[in-house]
């Protein structure tokens, strides 16, 4: 009985089911401006994720590419509360978390073909992306492998006594990792400036949480850590943007690590551009609902309800970001390979 009451507890409910949080976004108090940029910043990280995926299919693209098209407005939530001089740590799944931070376009592009003129210098893909000068400290594709990094991080900043911190971003089936709960543990017991973002779009690779873990919510686990912990809809950017302020703010004045947990859904496969297969299982049975949560149409729908953006305007930002897309990715493709001896070089300390 009591194990049942604890997973009542820590059930996502409605935050995980597709039919709920259709409409359009609250946004009463909300700037219009910010609300615009933000808009046109999803829909800049969305298009240029589709320009890979449709790259990957066609064999121009052959580093694996992890989409996260459908999750847009955790990072961009989150990154507004950010600054240059912040300690930002992301994944697998990371092109948001670049691009949320003001990440260069051509250079993202370039990277995943490999070119010189990536973020990477063309040789980490579409998985280890860099661009410190931004707070971007790396992304990696080992599951958890940045979270330690991200706490560690946080120790730094603390002790520069700028007020800045750090971000580890990770999915809900990173959670599982002993390294995550040591990092939860250690950044708790020493009040280190680090907020954990749990992006959870329910499946670990081909899992869903359900099969995995006995509740939903990762956040939990922060409970268990006693940190301060929020969950939201990760489809609604002022929700996740409102969660972060709260959140961002009490680690710069010292109280401590906070926990985000974003409900979210990807719409492509764990790895790949294709939406109906996620490592031979079929996850597609719920895309449908899940894309009527589409955070661009919901922010969107807001904007018009309010008179804050024309009905075809949405049309009009899609477009002119597939130009400006498309010029990116015919320079990238122009922009030279490393040359030979980089691969050296860039293994061996000069």
Same mark, same amino acid.
Request: charged share 15%.
């Given at each position: 009985m009591a194990s049942e009451i604890l997973r009542a507890r820590y059930r996502l409910a409605e935050l995980a089911d597709p039919s709920r949080f259709r409409e359009p976004l609250d946004i009463r108090g909300a700037d219009p401006q910010r609300l615009l940029a933000q808009l046109r910043q999803m829909v800049l990280i969305r298009v240029a994720e589709e320009k890979i995926g449709d790259m990957v299919t066609a064999g121009a693209v052959r580093c694996p590419a992890h989409l996260g098209i459908g999750q847009e407005a955790v990072a961009v939530g989150i990154s507004e509360h950010l600054r240059p001089t912040d300690r930002v740590f992301g994944a697998h799944r990371s092109h948001s978390h670049y691009f949320a931070l003001g990440g260069d376009l051509d250079a993202i592009l370039a990277e995943v073909l490999g070119k010189v003129t990536g973020c990477s $210098?063309?040789? %980490?893909? +579409?998985?280890? /992306?860099?661009?410190?000068?931004?707070?971007?400290?790396?992304? *990696?594709?080992?599951?958890?492998?940045?979270?330690? /990094?991200?706490?560690?991080?946080? !120790? @730094?900043?603390?002790?520069?006594? #700028?007020?800045?911190?750090?971000?580890?971003?990770? %999915?809900? %089936?990173?959670?599982?990792?002993?390294?995550?709960? =040591?990092? /939860? &543990? !250690?950044? +708790?017991?020493? %009040?280190?400036?680090?907020?954990?973002? *749990? =992006? &959870? #779009?329910?499946?670990?690779?081909? /899992?869903?949480? +359900? !099969? $995995?873990?006995?509740?939903?919510?990762?956040? $939990?686990? @922060?409970? @268990?850590?006693?940190?301060?912990?929020? *969950? *939201?809809?990760? &489809?609604?950017?002022?929700?996740? +943007?409102?969660?972060a302020k709260r959140l961002v703010d009490a680690a710069r004045a010292g109280k401590g690590p906070g926990f985000l947990e974003a409900v979210t859904y990807r719409w492509r496969g764990h790895v790949g551009p294709r939406e109906d297969i996620d490592v031979g299982v079929n996850r597609s049975v719920d895309l449908a609902s899940w894309k009527k949560r589409d955070p661009v149409r919901r922010l969107a729908d807001a904007l018009v309800a309010a008179g804050a953006m024309r009905p075809d305007e949405l049309d009009g930002v899609y477009g002119e970001t597939r130009e400006r897309v498309e010029a990116a990715w015919r320079r990238a493709e122009a922009a030279p390979y490393p040359a030979d001896a980089e691969l050296l070089r860039c293994v061996y300390a000069e």
């Open positions: $210098r063309g040789m %980490g893909g +579409s998985m280890h /992306l860099f661009d410190q000068p931004r707070g971007f400290y790396g992304s *990696v594709p080992i599951v958890a492998g940045t979270v330690p /990094l991200a706490v560690g991080a946080a !120790l @730094a900043a603390k002790m520069d006594g #700028n007020g800045d911190i750090a971000v580890a971003y990770f %999915g809900d %089936g990173a959670a599982e990792e002993g390294a995550v709960h =040591e990092s /939860l &543990n !250690l950044a +708790s017991l020493f %009040g280190w400036p680090v907020l954990f973002v *749990v =992006e &959870n #779009n329910l499946f670990s690779s081909h /899992l869903h949480v +359900s !099969l $995995r873990q006995p509740a939903e919510s990762v956040a $939990r686990f @922060a409970q @268990a850590h006693c940190i301060d912990a929020e *969950v *939201v809809d990760g &489809n609604d950017v002022v929700a996740v +943007s409102r969660a």
